[in-house]
């Protein structure tokens, strides 16, 4: 998602939740993202994501999102990238949760949130935060911005 804070672009990127990544800050933002489900449409994935992810997304549907292509992770995950002119409050994140043992070998099972906190970025500061394959999304958006 993106908005226009005084006619600049900001882009909205998350925080993934759990242990794993509570110290991890730059390089480790991504944009709201998941798994297709099969037989799943690319756009009503990315909504159902969307909604999962932060709780309370801004009613969109699927022409509203704007194709921004895909990128290979590192991990050799393939994302594919939409955006939309919308607005969210991060404040109001509420997102779903996972299971995992933590300690590790603790036996220990415990629930943490798959995102711990949503942030509006500059274009700037949002190509530091977010995963490096994904600052690609960034360039792409801005360009459809003509910015």
């Not at 036996?107 to 949002?126: C, K, L, N, Q, T």
Request: hydrophobic share 40%; net charge negative.
């Amino acid at each position: 998602m993106y908005r226009l804070a005084g006619g600049l672009p900001e882009v909205l990127l998350v925080h993934p939740g759990g242990p794993l990544w509570e110290r991890k800050d730059l390089g480790s933002w991504s944009i709201p993202k998941g798994e297709l489900d099969q037989g799943e449409d690319l756009r009503d994935c990315a909504l159902r994501e969307l909604g999962e992810e932060l709780g309370g997304p801004p009613a969109l549907t699927p022409g509203d999102l704007v194709e921004l292509g895909t990128v290979r992770q590192k991990s050799g995950k393939v994302v594919h990238g939409w955006a939309a002119e919308a607005d969210f409050d991060p404040a109001q994140l509420c997102s779903n949760s996972f299971a995992m043992e933590w300690p590790p070998h603790s036996g220990v099972e415990r629930e943490f949130p798959e995102i711990d906190r949503a942030e509006w970025f500059d274009p700037a500061s949002a190509r530091l935060k977010i995963n490096p394959a994904q600052v690609a999304f960034v360039e792409r958006l801005l360009e459809r911005l003509d910015r």
